[in-house]
C-alpha cells in the first residue's frame, strides 16, 4: 500500500507499532490496487472496509493470550465482519462455527449461544485471524494469493518472536501450515482437523481444545479464557453503544 493508503487504515496502535510496515511493502501496494480495481468493477467486498481490520482493533498486541487462525471471511451478504468463524448477532450461526459450540458444550459444559458473534472473546483475549482480510460475494477465496497471506504471516511471526506462552489453535490442514513457524518451546500449539461438518468428526470434535488452552494460561499466572458468550440481547447493545 502507498503511504497514502497506509496513512488512512486505522489499525489498532499497539498493532501498528509492531506490524504496521509491513503495509508499506511492494505486495501491499499491489494489494490495494487490486482491491480499488475489483471494487471499480462492481465487485462487492466483504467485509466493509472499517471492519477489515477488525481482529486487531478488538484484541491489542499486547492482550492476546489465545490465537485462532482462520482461512478467508464468509462471503454471504451480511456475513464477514472482521473477526474469523464470527458472524454479527441476527445472522444465522455458520455451520463450523456450530461445530465449535457443540465441542464447547461437550468440553467445559457450557450453553450454546443464542447467535454467532465471538466479539466478546476478541475483547478477552481472543485473536480470531483469518489468513485473508477480505472476500467477495459468492466467490469463496476470491482473494487468496493477493498479498493478505503475507502481512498474516508476517502477524503470527511477529507473535511467535515478540510474545511468549501464547496458545495457538490450529483446526485443519490450512491453518496448521500457516502456524509452523511457531516455537513450541515458547508458545502452546493446539491441533485438530477443522470444524466444518466435512472434518469435524474426524477429531475437532472431542479435542479439548477450550478446557486446554485454559490449563495452560492457569499453569503460567494467567487469567484463562471466559469462553461463555453473553445472549444475543446484550450482544447487540454492546454493539449498538460501540457505534453510537
Sequence with gaps: M???????????PSWKAHVGDWLLRPQMR?????????KAAGARIYPPGPQIFAAFDATPFDAVKVVILGQDPYHGPGQ????????????????SLLNIYKEIETDLGLPRPDHGCLLPWARRGVLLLNAVLTVEEGRAGAH???GWEGFTDHVVETLNREREGLV??????????????IDTQ???????????PLSAHRGFLGCGHFSAANRYL?????????????DRAAVEAELAAAAA
Design 80 to 95: 464477514a465482519h472482521g473477526l474469523c468463524f464470527s458472524v454479527l448477532p441476527g445472522v444465522p450461526v455458520p455451520p
Design 30 to 38: 499491489e494489494l490495494s490496487a487490486f482491491l480499488r480495481q475489483r
Design 2 to 12: 502507498s503511504d497514502g493508503d497506509a496513512s488512512r487504515i486505522r489499525l489498532e
Design 144 to 146: 487468496q494469493g493477493k
Design 218 to 230: 492457569a499453569q503460567r499466572g494467567q487469567t484463562p479464557i471466559d469462553w461463555r458468550l453473553p
Design 186 to 196: 515458547r508458545h502452546r500449539v493446539l491441533r485438530a482437523p477443522h470444524p466444518s
Design 168 to 181: 495457538f489453535l490450529l483446526w485443519g490442514s490450512y491453518a496448521q501450515a500457516k502456524g509452523k513457524v
